[in-house]
């Protein structure tokens, strides 16, 4: 049973490792125009030779592309999601730890947040701010932190009921004291299991948010915006959606195995 | 009942905060309803014109007043786009979407509880592997991507359901379901991948627990037990995540009813917001953000039916 | 064979990660028709591994049974290994042939169904009973386990049910199809001294009137002296020892099987000694331990509790007001002195574990005084309150819950030092090895995590960190209840041991009677938030004079086959509810003084 | 509502679009029109308000097109002809215009059209609580007079040149009964070809035909439009025979239905034009060498091949490709980047010191395509150009309100009045003028062509300004783009259903074929 997760978990940080390396070292070794350069004669053509994962409605090499891709992706998922729990965590914590009127305050603020539509907010931040990268992390990042909130909020709330929790209360140790150093590492890996969660779906709200405009601009390349170009073209170039849709699906599937992973790493009992 | 009092209170209090974060954002976004009218037509003095015929010069604080004041005594306003009533093109769009929602709903909650469970029985094992790679396949590709999967197989290849379009349940029930059906495969597919990691790992929680151990020393077979016994257990906390991914689905449904052309409330938001109508825009987020506080509401009452522990205090 | 079970050389193995892992081996026992055999052991002596073998759940742990065999006498006369029975024949012997009763109460049974459900799925499946004629059944089954209003529980859920009365359907579950033989794991540990005397009185009601056999699987000796014809003394996956329950009290082989007995402490055996007793231990601590403690010095009084009360709102309601009141402190007045332990008992509810977190002011008493050293604890505002923290520690029941999985033990043990600001640098690094050589812990656990240690080791940190601030005062709270027997003697002696060195006064809350005869000076008895009798030890063990202390010494198993007290049905007063509406005022709590020191609540 | 195209003023009608569509096999086309049937029609915007004068979108007024009459219209050869009127009359001194209408025109609630119902149509476009997008076309109008029943008389303030032409527009000409204008925006009614049955927002728009129309009846009996914005969904409707016709075949799929012998296309040339556009207040735009070297980054053909598909024509000129006004002189410049560096140099503007925000709008994909490819060219020419992508109220409110922005391109309906054209979108005081382009020479040019009678000087006027804009690169002109309709073989008639403004589908005399 064990060894099973192992080595799921041996594919995961293999994946992932994989991934990171594609993000970081790609942009350094293939050519600087390589994802932007345009075959007029070979536009959306499928898997050849030449272009080992096809091409896009302007004769773009997905490969080169889905590789560039991969740093911009990356880039706006993890930033969106720390930008989540840097504002989520101080108000879930808070907000589960002391209970009371100043739960209540904080979760109807949280509440009020969750039944915000996101497209609203991403339009206002779109048409305010503008469309940049900068600017869709935020629309993001401000989307997910009433979810972290919760389930911040939950785990903190279950913490604070434990005994150790009452014994360093009973030993003189203040509120902040006791969320920093009791309450803080005991939810840390159900936070970090959760924004790992969280990354997946911040690659494809970037998707989302390039059909209103924001998200990475062309002719830049991210998975998100490839996927979103695919759109009016999945009939007769099912690859550009099949390529930029695979990264996700691996980074995805790397993220859940090294999550349980990383589950087991962070809880001393493994150390 | 007096659980259920103050569940509303503070679902009105929400409500109201939305009120006002609402109205404030969409007065915040530049642009109006009028140069969306107008378009490239448009000049100062016809766009000012215009602004006058539609209100849209009047104080801040009375067009909130205006709004909320409407909102209670039921007078929703007009539809600066469609120049319809707001309340007659709710009406008509919230069943439409409404049936979506709970067909999309049932369609996750069928794939997904069975194989959750099965995950769980067969916890850590190649069984888990796939149920959990197939739940996370639904979720590594957008919504639009199955939906226009679905139309291209199911109605291109296949023909077996209408590509795209709407009919009127008071028209044609099943007819209304046909063409409900496919935008409802979707997003149920979206939704799965959430609910069959929530059954999995409830039903391994209490597969672990003592009851589970006392039914099978009572020689009950393993189907029963799983089934019957863990089962009964799992459904309460998997609908109450069923209930919270209401406010996600109808995130999920401004794309997928813009896409298979099924207009409903997700698609009205979409219209609205692209034309900065106001009115229409207050509305249609005043009302989701009801109807998923409600639901979550109804949903808990529901907890209630289901588990007997739990006493409406 | 005449034996109804007859285990051959059984060996489970549990799969893990480095290979597969040996749960029991080499266990061989037999049960002979109506005879209770009892499988003793502490933690991990693979007790529970055995009898869940014998009904081959253990697959659904993980566990396969490797090699041995479970010959089993079935009720028609044929025999069947179970090792060996394919899943159909488990499922006609499961429930049928042999039933099992298990430790929790509280989850043993699905929340979710009705008790009649539950009752009458097992006979259905086994018996062919229609519904109806299975209603009938479970109905006769839960009079005879004599529940009372047995027509109304039949339509209850679980939850309705206190935890005895739910041991007591497990029990008719169990007994539905008059198994010949019922396997019972640990069915009593959960549940109060009362009710477990109860429990075991029935149970041996039960066996005598079915003829039926019983494995019965414990960690407690005296439930042993109560219930055995005959003893298997597990250890570490093996047998130790095997004999009559006589034999195995009286005339033990095996050296563990002696240090086992040695640490049990006996209800009775302090009769007529002046002052606390150190446990016994077998083997180097054993010359320490006998060590007497010495009559407690000047009397002086440390802490002062006047008319202590301390209610929780029950809130409901639309705007969430309190509509009623548990009365968890009800008027609790006592005196600790300087270097004395005062021993709290009471079973669960009664209300002994909220008056130690009032006095220590980590709930907030309702009203009350609670002098420290001439300080009242209770009119200090947020600032001083901290500070005076420094005076009074606490030791929590659950050595697993009440250190931070996520710290060094070092911190831990640092961290009320460092919030008073007591030492920093190397002083601090130096007094927490100077707390881990008190505490008898090597300086090398000081960089651990409290995962890396067993349960005895972590009450050990548990103290130390108690001890870092020279407190005068420590509230332990069920402080050994989760132990093994024969660390919770070691634990005992150092509590003892440290508090004859420092002068410490412990608050020592309890439900094990025998323990607290053993190191107490003071005993208060609790019953529904109130104390209904203090006084000396001597006086509440050998001379109890209110009502319910003398029911809960009656209920209380003795480690000795000689004294066996439950053969029959035993029914004591249940424990009322401590909830009233609000607005109830109740009686200020009134004492007669018996004799001196010794103060009984005047009814 | 993606790619809802606005009309840009009243004068958008447009000369005969040519129609450069395959027909279906000779014998089919030869057939005689039977009547019958519904045809559905995939339309690829949402319909919004149904009130003619209330609507400025082209998406309504395709619609509405079926169910109004206008008093004048257009031909193929964008003449001015009768439409409910019989015959118009302007006055010498260009005052007053007199009407005489039809008799026994109905309307589709059964009453006969008369003076009165004109009279009122007009007065409720002219009035500004209508909030009708065309009222200024009425601005000169002093007086409607109905000396008799057919007789219509209208007085003007001041001389309006343009005003026939006007009228003979979607919104501003088109008859209504009396009082009917509080119903309009719900139950739109006139006096058209296919009577108003039902809309369900956002989904279908029911007509069916009005037995009484002045040209006598169409032959559908029905028509239903269908709204599916989305290409791929509207596509596979018309593939799996659900719909009888769609608009609008994306750009990149026409070849694809082209090859389809089980689909006929239909192409009209031109919809609209498309240019790029400089911000004129932005330092480095008001000189015209930058300006000029940026026009020489473009290759237009291969842009219009790559942005469009091929499914358009390359122009240097914005006038009608048949107008007099049409300067065929102008040939757009090759693209020459080593010439266009040297130019920006020149300015001042060396490799690498340039960086523009180009804002292009979602609205319009293949404008988000035109911008990825520009990148790719002034990136050789030394020029960062960054894309920023706004949805259409963005732009609208950033580029065209509040001229917030460095480079964008926008397209606009061909117009066949020049004047309205040039003075609009070119003088300084134009009201179209979102890049404030400031010339001295066109101001002066587009005044004089407004006092000129004479039409060959006129043209030659508009041939000049022409010229002056490609001279001084006020914008890039790029191209025309291509109008389409997909449609089964069955679908006949379909040469006759785009309308001279090219936007405009009547189904009058469209049938369906057994």
Redesign the interface.
């Known amino acids: 049973?064990?060894?099973?997760?192992?080595t799921?978990g041996l594919i995961g940080i293999v994946l992932l490792t994989l991934i990171a390396l594609i993000a970081i070292v790609g942009p350094m070794v293939i050519p600087p125009?390589a994802a932007?350069?345009?075959d007029?004669l070979a536009r959306r053509s499928p898997p050849t030779w030449t272009h080992l994962l096809g091409t896009d409605?302007?004769g773009r090499d997905m490969l080169y592309r889905v590789i560039l891709g991969a740093r911009t992706s990356l880039e706006i998922a993890v930033s969106a999601v720390v930008m989540s729990v840097v504002l989520g965590l101080p108000l879930g914590l808070v907000s589960g730890y002391f209970g009371g009127w100043v739960d209540n305050v904080l979760m109807?603020?949280v509440?009020?947040l969750?039944?915000?539509?996101?497209?609203?907010?991403a339009?206002?931040i779109?048409?305010?701010l503008?469309?940049?990268v900068q600017n869709t992390i935020i629309a993001i990042g401000v989307a997910f932190t009433p979810y972290l909130a919760r389930i911040i909020r939950g785990e903190a709330l279950k913490v604070a009921q434990?005994?150790?929790v009452?014994?360093?209360?009973?030993?003189?140790?203040?509120d902040g004291?006791i969320m920093m150093?009791?309450v803080l590492?005991?939810i840390?890996p159900a936070v970090i299991v959760q924004a790992t969660i969280s990354l997946?779906?911040a690659i494809?709200a970037e998707?989302?948010l390039?059909?209103?405009?924001?998200g990475t601009?062309?002719?830049a390349a991210s998975w998100g915006l490839m996927?979103?170009a695919?759109?009016?073209?999945?009939?007769?170039a099912p690859w550009t959606?099949l390529v930029p849709?695979a990264a996700?699906?691996l980074t995805?599937?790397g993220l859940?195995m090294f999550g349980d992973v990383l589950r087991d790493i962070l809880?001393?009992?493994s150390? | 009942m007096t659980y259920v009092l103050n569940r509303l209170l503070s679902v009105i209090l929400t409500l109201f905060l939305i009120t006002l974060v609402t109205f404030a954002v969409t007065n915040i976004l530049p642009g109006d309803v009028a140069m969306m009218i107008m378009g490239t037509q448009s000049n100062p003095e016809a766009l000012e014109g215009l602004r006058q015929s539609l209100g849209l010069n009047d104080p801040l604080i009375m067009q909130y007043g205006n709004w909320v004041g409407g909102l209670l005594t039921g007078d929703w306003g007009t539809s600066l786009i469609f120049k319809k009533p707001i309340a007659e093109l709710l009406a008509q769009k919230a069943v439409a979407s409404a049936i979506i929602v709970v067909m999309s709903m049932t369609i996750a909650l069928t794939l997904a509880v069975p194989l959750g469970v099965w995950a769980a029985v067969h916890r850590d094992r190649w069984q888990d592997t796939v149920s959990s790679s197939t739940s996370l396949l639904g979720v590594s590709l957008p919504d639009f991507f199955w939906g226009i999967v679905m139309i291209l197989v199911f109605a291109r290849w296949l023909g077996w359901f209408p590509s795209s379009g709407i009919v009127e349940p008071s028209e044609d029930f099943l007819g209304s379901l046909r063409y409900a059906f496919l935008p409802s495969l979707a997003l149920g597919l979206g939704l799965m991948a959430h609910l069959t990691r929530m059954t999995r790992s409830t039903m391994t929680g209490i597969l672990g627990q003592e009851f589970i151990r006392v039914a099978r020393a009572k020689g009950l077979t393993e189907r029963t037990v799983v089934w019957r016994y863990a089962l009964a257990n799992a459904i309460g906390p998997v609908i109450t995540i069923a209930g919270l991914q209401i406010g996600y689905l109808f995130g999920s449904i401004i794309v997928m009813e813009s896409l298979f052309g099924y207009t409903g409330m997700g698609w009205l938001t979409y219209q609205a917001l692209l034309n900065r109508d106001l009115p229409l825009i207050q509305a249609t987020v005043f009302v989701i953000a009801a109807v998923v506080m409600i639901t979550n509401l109804l949903v808990d009452l529901l907890y209630v039916l289901i588990d007997p522990r739990v006493k409406l205090g | 064979m005449k034996d109804i079970v007859s285990v051959d050389h059984l060996r489970v193995e549990f799969a893990t990660d480095s290979g597969p892992v040996v749960g029991v081996e080499d266990v061989s026992f037999t049960i002979a028709p109506g005879e209770t055999v009892c499988v003793v052991g502490e933690s991990g002596s693979g007790k529970s591994v055995t009898s869940l073998s014998l009904m081959r759940l253990v697959e659904f742990g993980g566990g396969t049974i490797a090699a041995g065999a479970l010959r089993f006498r079935r009720t028609d006369g044929t025999e069947l290994d179970v090792a060996a029975a394919s899943p159909a024949v488990m499922g006609e012997v499961r429930g049928n042939e042999i039933g099992m009763i298990f430790q929790e109460p509280m989850t043993a049974l699905n929340p979710v169904f009705t008790i009649e459900r539950q009752l009458t799925d097992g006979l259905m499946l086994h018996k062919n009973l229609s519904q109806a004629q299975a209603s009938a059944r479970a109905l006769e089954l839960l009079r005879s386990v004599r529940i009372p209003e047995p027509e109304r529980r039949l339509k209850q859920y679980p939850h309705e049910l206190s935890g005895g009365m739910r041991q007591r359907v497990v029990i008719a579950m169990a007994m539905a199809c008059e198994p010949k033989l019922l396997i019972a794991d640990e069915p009593t540990t959960a549940l109060d001294v009362t009710i477990q005397a109860e429990i075991l009185a029935l149970i041996n009601r039960l066996k005598r009137e079915n003829g039926m056999a019983v494995l019965f699987i414990t960690h407690d000796m005296a439930v042993v002296a109560q219930m055995a014809d005959r003893v298997v003394v597990m250890y570490r996956g093996k047998i130790v020892e095997t004999g009559t329950v006589e034999h195995i009290f009286t005339a033990p082989k095996e050296d563990y099987t002696k240090a086992l007995l040695a640490a049990v402490p006996k209800l009775g055996e302090m009769k007529g000694k002046p002052a606390p007793e150190r446990m016994r231990l077998i083997g180097d601590e054993a010359a320490r331990a006998a060590r007497i403690v010495p009559v407690a010095r000047k009397k002086e009084v440390l802490l002062d509790v006047r008319h202590l009360t301390t209610r929780f709102p029950v809130k409901g309601g639309i705007l969430r007001r309190t509509t009623a009141q548990v009365h968890a402190v009800e008027d609790v007045s006592f005196t600790l002195n300087v270097g004395e332990t005062l021993a709290l008992v009471g079973e669960s509810g009664c209300g002994k574990s909220s008056c130690g977190r009032s006095i220590l002011r980590l709930v907030q008493p309702t009203s009350g005084e609670v002098w420290i050293g001439g300080r009242d604890i209770g009119a200090l505002n947020h600032h001083d309150l901290r500070r005076a923290r420094a005076d009074m520690q606490m030791v929590f029941q659950d050595p697993f819950a009440s250190l931070n999985p996520y710290r060094r033990l070092k911190d831990q043990v640092a961290e009320p030092i460092v919030n008073f600001g007591l030492a920093s640098g190397a002083a601090l690094k130096e007094r927490v090895e100077e707390l881990f050589d008190r505490v008898h812990l090597p300086r090398a656990f000081m960089n651990r995590f409290p995962h890396e240690l067993s349960g005895g080791q972590r009450q050990r940190v548990a103290i130390a960190r108690a001890l870092a601030v020279n407190p005068k005062l420590i509230v332990a709270d069920e402080a050994v209840s989760a132990l093994d027997v024969s660390v919770q003697a070691q634990v005992l002696n150092l509590m003892m041991e440290l508090q004859e060195d420092l002068g410490l006064s412990y608050l020592f809350i309890s439900h094990d009677m025998a323990v607290v005869e053993r190191i107490a000076h003071q005993v208060g008895v609790m019953y529904l938030g109130r104390i209904v009798e203090i006084g000396p030890r001597a006086a509440i063990f050998e001379s109890p004079a209110h009502s319910y202390t003398r029911q809960l010494l009656s209920a209380v198993p003795i480690a000795d086959p000689s004294k066996r007290r439950f053969a029959d049905d035993l029914a004591f007063k249940p424990i009322k509810s401590p909830i009233f509406p609000l607005g109830h005022q109740p009686a200020p709590s009134v004492y007669t003084e018996v004799a001196p020191g010794h103060f009984v609540l005047k009814d | 509502m993606k790619r809802r195209e606005f009309l840009l003023n009243s004068t958008a009608v447009m000369g005969g679009s040519i129609l450069m569509g395959t027909f279906a096999g000779p014998a089919l086309a030869q057939e005689t029109p039977v009547s019958g049937g519904t045809l559905i029609w995939g339309h690829s915007e949402t319909t919004q308000n149904l009130d003619m004068h209330q609507t400025g979108t082209a998406s309504s007024g395709r619609v509405l097109q079926n169910i109004h009459s206008s008093i004048v219209t257009v031909d193929k050869d964008l003449n001015v002809i009768p439409g409910l009127a019989e015959s118009f009359e302007v006055a010498p001194d260009g005052l007053t215009y007199t009407f005489k209408l039809r008799p026994n025109v109905k309307f589709h609630n059964g009453a006969t059209m008369t003076s009165a119902d004109v009279k009122y149509s007009f007065e409720r476009c002219k009035d500004p609580a209508t909030g009708a997008v065309n009222f200024e076309v009425f601005n000169n109008v002093a007086a409607i007079e109905t000396p008799d029943d057919l007789t219509v008389v209208i007085k003007m303030s001041a001389v309006n040149a343009p005003f026939l032409s006007r009228l003979a527009e979607n919104g501003a000409g088109v008859v209504m009964p009396v009082d009917s204008g509080p119903t309009q925006g719900t139950n739109p009614m006139g006096a058209g070809p296919f009577k108003f049955v039902s809309y369900e927002v956002g989904t279908v728009v029911k007509m069916a035909r009005f037995d009484d129309y002045w040209e006598g009846p169409a032959y559908l009996d029905a028509v239903e439009a269908r709204e599916i914005t989305e290409p791929t969904t509207r596509l596979t409707g018309l593939r799996t025979g659900e719909l009888h016709m769609i608009n609008d075949i994306p750009l990149d799929r026409v070849g694809e239905l082209e090859a389809d012998a089980t689909l006929q296309v239909k192409k009209w040339f031109p919809l609209n034009f498309d240019f790029i556009n400089m911000n004129h207040t932005y330092e480095p735009f008001q000189n015209s060498k930058v300006r000029i070297a940026f026009d020489m980054i473009i290759d237009k053909e291969a842009l219009m091949q790559g942005a469009l598909w091929g499914q358009g024509a390359t122009t240097a000129s914005p006038s009608f490709p048949t107008s007099a006004s049409y300067n065929k002189d102008l040939v757009q410049r090759k693209q020459d980047i080593e010439g266009a560096k040297a130019l920006l140099a020149e300015a001042g503007y060396p490799e690498g010191s340039l960086n523009i925000v180009f804002k292009a709008t979602t609205n319009y994909p293949y404008h988000i395509e035109t911008a990825q490819i520009l990148v790719e060219w002034f990136k050789m020419a030394g020029v960062n150009l960054t894309i920023e992508q706004l949805t259409w109220a963005d732009w609208l409110s950033q580029c065209w309100v509040d001229k917030d922005y460095q480079m964008t391109m926008m397209n606009f309906f061909t117009l066949w009045e020049p004047d309205f054209l040039y003075y609009s979108v070119w003088n300084s005081e134009g009201a179209f003028n979102y890049r404030a382009v400031k010339d001295p020479k066109i101001d002066e040019l587009t005044k004089q062509a407004r006092i000129t009678v004479d039409d060959v000087a006129r043209a030659d006027i508009y041939k000049q300004v022409q010229q002056q804009i490609f001279d001084e690169a006020h914008d890039v002109l790029l191209w025309f783009r291509n109008g389409t309709i997909g449609a089964q073989t069955k679908v006949m008639g379909l040469d006759t259903v785009v309308h001279p403004n090219g936007s405009n589908l009547n189904f009058h005399k469209v049938w369906l074929s057994a």
């Not at chain 1, 049973?1 to 192992?6: A, S, V």
């Not at chain 1, 009452?166 to 203040?174: C, M």
């Not at chain 1, 390039?210 to 924001?214: H, M, V, Y």
């Not at chain 1, 695919?230 to 007769?236: A, E, G, K, M, T």
């Open positions: 049973m064990k060894r099973f997760k192992t799921k125009d932007t350069k345009m007029m409605q302007l109807r603020l509440d009020t969750l039944a915000f539509p996101a497209l609203l907010l339009l206002s779109s048409a305010v503008g469309p940049n434990m005994p150790y009452e014994a360093a209360r009973a030993s003189g140790t203040t004291m150093r009791h590492p005991n840390m997946a779906f494809l998707a989302g390039s059909f209103l405009g924001l601009q062309p002719p996927i979103q695919s759109r009016d073209q999945l009939d007769v959606a849709g996700v699906a995805v599937l859940n809880d001393p009992k150390k």
